[in-house]
């Protein structure tokens, strides 16, 4: 992966940024001046092939290059499942070793046992990043949809395989362990054997090399891989008290103890705590395993005018497909036929079904009632709202958060450390305690006691049953930072039309002023034939439900936050907010009566289209005032319950939107928030976010349309609510699949509880390893006592994380 020197190295990178032959020419020109570099760019294919001598051109001094020259190596995405991995250090070193390839970011999760790796293509190679793991000692391979019933299957195999080598190595322990009765009576000497030692050493022998062969096998790949694990610890604890015990055996020094039990012992319970472990990750992953499960098998489409059942997979958007009562909606669609109620609970959170008619969505995986549906694909394999949420979970749990930054450097250096500390109570029991045996029990049970598991399961587990959870409440969290950082918000930002409000519309007064009532409908809703905004949306719908005709438009114009101007039926008009006709006499005061309602007002005119504008932003100037047009777009109902439950969480709203000052206080009102900001353009609500940032309060922002997406992209916590646009999806830490704002609230305290369960862990994985060292050296612990408690420890973090499926949405 990295590159040897004095080897000619050949590239073959995918470009982006180049629209005509001209970028191609350049690029090939900046590459080409390159010493020890010969490049060919192909416009038609997006890609240069590359050919450098290493060390005097490098790839990272190609990609430099490129990026300067004004373009781009897009990166890829791909996850691999790793195997052979035991404790933080695993994880820590891995990441490491992938993270020093040229265009590698990767993070790797010791919870999901899986690497999510950001890669340039053509510099690095997938294969290349799975011969890097598998060099420090570990197995991995590409991982995707295809094969998680595949790997499923191969842990469910290996935790049944383990279990029965957990009860062989109790079998042969048990009798060597209850000589350490003999510890706790007064009456006999210390120590005293019970069993024969050959008898010990024969019960002992295959529970050290059989079953505690994964410990040597893990410490022998990762020495050769330069790191040094919890494997290392257990191998070396274990094998010095065995190696010791039998030393003693076959000399017959009878005056000296043996501790086959101690090694023995040490085994099972960390092959015990091991499988425990196993069992807690799988119950803490079990969120993402029941989605997959969602996704239904067939579905019955119709093909030249018969029904016939196809795997889902097979299906194209535009085919018609038939939801039985009681069957499982196949693919995402459209209802063209049918009306029925749908249970959306497994996707949404909602508990009551929805109704669906005509020209309504459905889901994957969502349950139809008592009526039968008759759909459209519009969503099908990967970009179905299933598949979406799946694929966001799986995410999410990949992540690391900044919190467990502590822990990954503790790790890093916690093995030898710890082996140090061992060496060093070894020789000073032995050197002033004069007894060898006791400095070698002390020294066991400093090795078999540390841990570095719990430190590195604290974080990871309690994000993976979060982000669950959040997924069973319509809650989709993308990464683990932003899952931490809204714990702390503290002001949100909250977009008006279609956050606050249904996103819905409606024109409620048409007032003429210069042309009868019905010619201004129709003038006003021909010139909104080229608009996308809700407003103009209101007044087509309103049109066509009274049946009118529209006429042609023609030299449409938009201009944004500002209004829109053309020509209808050969007359020049223009439609806008009262402020762009200042210059014309308006009603005024009976515009504020209706912005003081809550309604937006726009002004219909007629202008000149002689006198243009002076620039693009601004409408012509002139013309005569034809109608005033007032839409409203009424609150969610459960806005203001939900703002009541921010409120209370200690989070200041703060609304903006476009309208006059008078509309937005009185939709700011009748939702119960005390600040505003009107008049932005949609080009300002990033700057809007930004001012708040500036006070220094933590800022989330939530919206649901493409012109909310910089504001997202600006604020420290970013919500798309789930009737939004893709761009603001995509742009938002956090997506709701309901539209409701009380998802905001649970995501908040989801948020809290996580951080709070994440503090718990570590406080505990560390206060562990504190206390139970120095305890361990001053020869106050027992190795079996030790082993026992590094068993328990990782079981006690994960257990701790599965109280978070406690957790439950719509509470305070």
Not at 239 to 258: D, K, P, Q
Request: a negative charge; aromatic letters at 4%; one cysteine or more.
């Amino acid at each position: 992966m990295s590159d040897p020197p004095g080897r000619l190295t050949r590239l073959d990178l995918p470009i982006s940024g180049m629209s005509c032959a001209a970028c191609a020419t350049r690029l090939e020109k900046v590459l080409n001046r390159l010493p020890g570099v010969t490049a060919s760019v192909n416009l038609a294919t997006e890609h240069a092939l590359v050919e450098l001598s290493t060390p005097v051109t490098t790839a990272v001094q190609v990609l430099a290059a490129i990026e300067k020259a004004g373009f781009h190596v897009p990166p890829r995405h791909l996850e691999l499942t790793i195997a052979g991995m035991s404790c933080a250090a695993c994880s820590t070193r891995i990441e490491k070793l992938l993270n020093r390839a040229p265009g590698v970011e990767a993070v790797v999760n010791l919870a999901t046992e899986r690497a999510t790796v950001r890669y340039l293509p053509g510099i690095v190679a997938p294969a290349d990043l799975v011969a890097t793991i598998e060099h420090a000692g570990f197995s991995a391979h590409l991982a995707d949809d295809c094969t998680r019933d595949a790997e499923r299957a191969a842990r469910i195999a290996s935790q049944q395989a383990e279990l029965q080598h957990f009860w062989i190595a109790a079998a042969l322990t048990l009798p060597l362990a209850a000589q350490m009765l003999t510890m706790f009576d007064v009456g006999v000497s210390h120590h005293q054997d019970l069993l024969p030692r050959w008898l010990q050493l024969f019960l002992a022998t295959p529970v050290q090399f059989w079953f505690g062969w994964r410990f040597y096998e893990g410490t022998w790949k990762s020495l050769r891989g330069g790191g040094a694990n919890m494997d290392v610890l257990v191998a070396l604890g274990t094998t010095m008290a065995y190696t010791f015990s039998l030393f003693v055996t076959v000399s017959g020094a009878a005056h000296l103890h043996v501790y086959f039990e101690a090694s023995a012992a040490v085994i099972t319970l960390v092959l015990l705590g091991k499988l425990l472990e196993a069992r807690a990750k799988a119950k803490a992953s079990e969120a993402i395993e029941a989605l997959v499960r969602l996704q239904p098998r067939t579905a019955r489409v119709e093909r030249d005018g018969t029904l016939i059942e196809l795997d889902t997979s097979l299906l194209v958007p535009g085919d018609i497909f038939i939801v039985r009562p009681g069957e499982s909606v196949p693919v995402d669609g459209e209802v063209i036929d049918g009306s029925s109620s749908v249970g959306e609970a497994l996707l949404t959170g909602e508990s009551m079904p929805v109704t669906k008619q005509r020209g309504e969505r459905v889901f994957a995986a969502t349950i139809n009632g008592e009526g039968m549906l008759r759909c459209r694909a519009t969503g099908v394999g990967e970009h179905t709202l299933l598949a979406g949420i799946i694929r966001m979970v799986a995410t999410a749990q990949g992540s690391k958060a900044p919190v467990q930054r502590l822990a990954d450097r503790i790790s890093a250096v916690f093995v030898p450390i710890v082996c140090l500390v061992a060496l060093g109570t070894l020789l000073a029991w032995w050197l002033h305690g004069g007894v060898f045996s006791t400095a070698l029990v002390n020294a066991v049970a400093v090795l078999v006691i540390a841990c570095p598991c719990a430190l590195g399961l604290a974080t990871p587990t309690a994000i993976m049953v979060a982000s669950g959870e959040g997924a069973k409440a319509g809650i989709l969290i993308k990464n683990a930072e932003a899952l931490q950082r809204a714990e702390r918000i503290n002001v949100l930002a909250v977009d008006k039309t279609g956050t606050l409000t249904r996103g819905e519309p409606e024109l409620t007064d048409l007032l003429p002023l210069a042309t009868p009532a019905d010619e201004a409908l129709i003038l006003a809703a021909g010139l909104e034939q080229g608009s996308e905004h809700p407003l103009a949306r209101a007044i087509l719908q309103h049109a066509q439900a009274t049946g009118m005709i529209l006429p042609a438009l023609e030299d449409f114009r938009a201009i944004p936050g500002r209004g829109v101007e053309g020509r209808v039926a050969g007359r020049w008009l223009r439609l806008g907010a009262p402020n762009e006709f200042s210059h014309l006499a308006l009603p005024n005061e009976l515009i504020e009566s209706l912005q003081n309602a809550g309604k937006t007002v726009v002004i219909l005119a007629e202008g000149d289209p002689s006198k243009v504008a002076d620039d693009d932003t601004n409408l012509r100037s002139g013309g005569v005032v034809l109608a005033l047009l007032a839409i409203t777009d009424p609150l969610r109902e459960s806005s203001p319950a939900a703002i009541s439950r921010l409120k209370a969480l200690g989070v200041r709203m703060v609304m903006l939107t476009g309208d006059h000052a008078a509309t937005a206080a009185a939709i700011a009102d009748a939702a119960g928030i005390d600040d505003f900001r009107a008049g932005i353009l949609p080009g300002d609500k990033a700057a809007a976010v930004n001012a708040l940032k500036n006070s220094g309060a933590v800022v989330a922002m939530v919206g649901d349309g493409i012109n909310d997406a910089p504001a997202l992209a600006a604020a420290d916590v970013s919500f798309a609510v789930g009737a939004g646009s893709d761009a603001a999806i995509e742009a938002a830490d956090v997506a709701l699949v309901r539209s409701d704002l009380h998802g905001i609230a649970d995501a908040i305290l989801l948020s809290r509880a996580t951080l709070r369960k994440i503090r718990q862990n570590l406080f505990c994985a560390f206060i562990y390893n504190v206390l139970g060292i120095p305890l361990a050296a001053l020869g106050m612990l027992n190795p079996v006592i030790a082993g026992a408690a590094m068993a328990l420890s990782s079981v006690s973090v994960v257990s701790n994380s599965l109280l978070l499926k406690r957790w439950q949405p719509g509470k305070l």
